[in-house]
């Protein structure tokens, strides 16, 4: 009899044992708590417009200052750095949503990466150091208000359409990877200002054609231009290249202008452009 109520009890200790085992099994798969997506991340992959963010892509846009980063405050606020724009928005914890000038996106967190997903576009982002991307998108920020000139209309209008031919063209690249010419000048109902630029691609390779970060001037105050073009070998294309904060043809001066290009399937680089426009 003592040993029958000795067995019992061990059985009775190893059940209680168990349930406490599998009720912090259970506590374990209720997911990420609130406070782990607090916190600063940095893309580290995936596929944007068709575009595959792997370790050499990331690579060659840290070296020309081109930062994805989005920071997650513990009062429901999020700022976004896309390319140099600082965005600001919300983000939801329980809808696992960001909401950022009316676009939502959806998030979730897994093995300490933070995966956003839209359609077809995809990306990765991984815990970065606070110290460094906060003072980037402070930088970044700072560069966008301090540029010299109004991204809104003052008085809360809309703008009159401008379109002036430029004859001859301004020829801002000639050579094997590509030519490319400034073939307008325009304003948009939107306030956007910029050039109509016409490019063909003269090389045997996929090309892209493209402004970047931290290069660009408009009468002497460092801008950001808003352009790209992906072109097959013989293909031509003509797009509209704006300038943030530039919402009148009057304040597209003395332009000093950075254009590049790459390979699109190595993203090895082909060429740098620049070129002065009065």
Same mark, same amino acid.
């Given at each position: 009899?003592?040993?029958?109520?000795?067995?019992?009890?061990?059985?009775?200790?190893?059940?209680?044992?168990?349930?406490?085992?599998?009720?912090?099994?259970?506590?374990?798969?209720? !997911?990420?708590?609130?406070?782990?997506?607090?916190?600063?991340?940095?893309?580290?992959?995936?596929?944007?417009?068709?575009?595959?963010?792997?370790?050499?892509?990331?690579?060659?846009?840290?070296?020309?200052?081109?930062?994805?980063?989005?920071?997650?405050?513990?009062?429901?606020?999020?700022?976004?750095?896309?390319?140099?724009?600082?965005?600001?928005?919300?983000?939801?914890?329980?809808?696992?949503?960001?909401?950022?000038?009316?676009? %939502?996106?959806?998030?979730?967190?897994?093995?300490?990466?933070?995966?956003?997903?839209?359609?077809? @576009?995809?990306?990765?982002?991984?815990?970065?150091?606070?110290?460094?991307?906060?003072?980037?998108?402070?930088?970044?920020?700072?560069?966008?208000?301090?540029?010299?000139?109004?991204?809104?209309? *003052?008085?809360? !209008?809309?703008?009159? *359409?401008?379109?002036?031919?430029? =004859?001859? *063209?301004?020829?801002?690249?000639?050579? @094997?990877?590509?030519?490319?010419?400034?073939?307008?000048?325009?304003?948009?109902? %939107?306030?956007?200002?910029?050039?109509?630029?016409?490019?063909?691609? =003269?090389?045997?390779? =996929?090309?892209?054609?493209?402004? #970047?970060?931290?290069?660009?001037?408009?009468?002497?105050?460092?801008?950001? *231009?808003?352009?790209?073009?992906?072109?097959?070998?013989?293909? #031509?294309?003509?797009?509209?290249?704006?300038?943030?904060?530039?919402?009148?043809? @009057?304040?597209?001066? =003395?332009?000093?202008?950075?254009?590049?290009?790459?390979?699109?399937?190595?993203?090895?680089?082909?060429?740098?452009?620049?070129?002065?426009? @009065?």
């Amino acid at each position: 009899m003592k040993t029958n109520k000795l067995w019992r009890r061990m059985l009775i200790g190893v059940s209680f044992v168990l349930a406490i085992v599998l009720a912090l099994a259970g506590c374990g798969k209720s !997911g990420p708590a609130e406070a782990d997506y607090i916190g600063y991340w940095e893309v580290s992959g995936g596929t944007l417009y068709g575009e595959e963010y792997d370790a050499e892509m990331l690579q060659m846009m840290k070296d020309w200052g081109m930062v994805i980063v989005i920071h997650l405050d513990k009062d429901g606020k999020a700022e976004l750095d896309l390319f140099g724009e600082v965005v600001d928005g919300t983000w939801d914890f329980k809808d696992k949503r960001m909401n950022f000038e009316g676009d %939502t996106l959806e998030f979730k967190l897994e093995n300490d990466t933070l995966y956003i997903v839209e359609g077809d @576009d995809n990306l990765t982002f991984t815990r970065g150091n606070s110290t460094d991307l906060a003072a980037a998108i402070e930088t970044d920020r700072n560069s966008a208000s301090t540029g010299g000139f109004e991204t809104e209309d *003052p008085a809360g !209008g809309t703008y009159e *359409p401008v379109t002036i031919p430029v =004859n001859p *063209p301004i020829v801002v690249a000639n050579d @094997d990877v590509v030519t490319a010419s400034i073939v307008e000048k325009a304003t948009e109902s %939107t306030g956007e200002t910029g050039y109509v630029i016409t490019v063909t691609n =003269n090389s045997s390779v =996929n090309v892209t054609f493209y402004t #970047s970060t931290g290069y660009t001037t408009v009468d002497g105050v460092l801008t950001q *231009p808003w352009y790209n073009a992906h072109l097959a070998p013989g293909e #031509s294309s003509t797009d509209f290249m704006y300038f943030e904060g530039v919402t009148s043809l @009057d304040d597209l001066k =003395n332009v000093e202008l950075h254009l590049f290009a790459y390979n699109s399937d190595t993203y090895d680089s082909l060429g740098e452009y620049v070129t002065t426009i @009065d």
